[in-house]
Nanobody, 122 residues
């Protein structure tokens, strides 16, 4: 069964940390760009961290660079997102996602999970 299931969201204070996890089943991660995007009310979807399943190359937009870190575990088919120095503007629903290798990195997706809420209080 093809599934992506996120966990680890919740409430954090500004400056705090959260760690999101994604259990992936039914996919071979080598064939995808693996990442996280977020969606906040009234804002466009934003890819926040991506890693190439084939080569391990990473991408972070300026909004999270130096604060977020993505990791992939192909043995267990899991993807984690470590979020440090959180800001209130990081508040959003975070989705674990896969995009084909031909997709625009961290902007186009083929599969995603149900999402997990992250709320950062000031």
């Amino acid at each position: 069964q093809m599934r992506l299931v996120e966990s680890g969201g919740g409430l954090a204070q500004s400056g705090g940390s959260l760690r999101l996890s994604c259990a992936v089943s039914g996919f071979v991660l080598d064939y995808y760009i693996v990442g996280w995007f977020r969606q906040a009310p009234g804002k466009e979807r934003e890819g926040v961290s991506c890693i190439g399943g084939n080569d391990g190359s990473t991408y972070y937009p300026n909004s999270v660079k130096g604060r977020f870190s993505i990791a992939i575990d192909k043995t267990n088919n899991t993807v984690t997102l470590q979020m440090d120095s959180l800001k209130p503007e990081d508040t959003a629903i975070y989705y674990c996602a896969l995009g084909g290798l031909h997709r625009q990195v961290c902007q186009e997706w083929d599969y995603w999970g149900q999402g997990t809420q992250v709320t950062v209080s000031s």
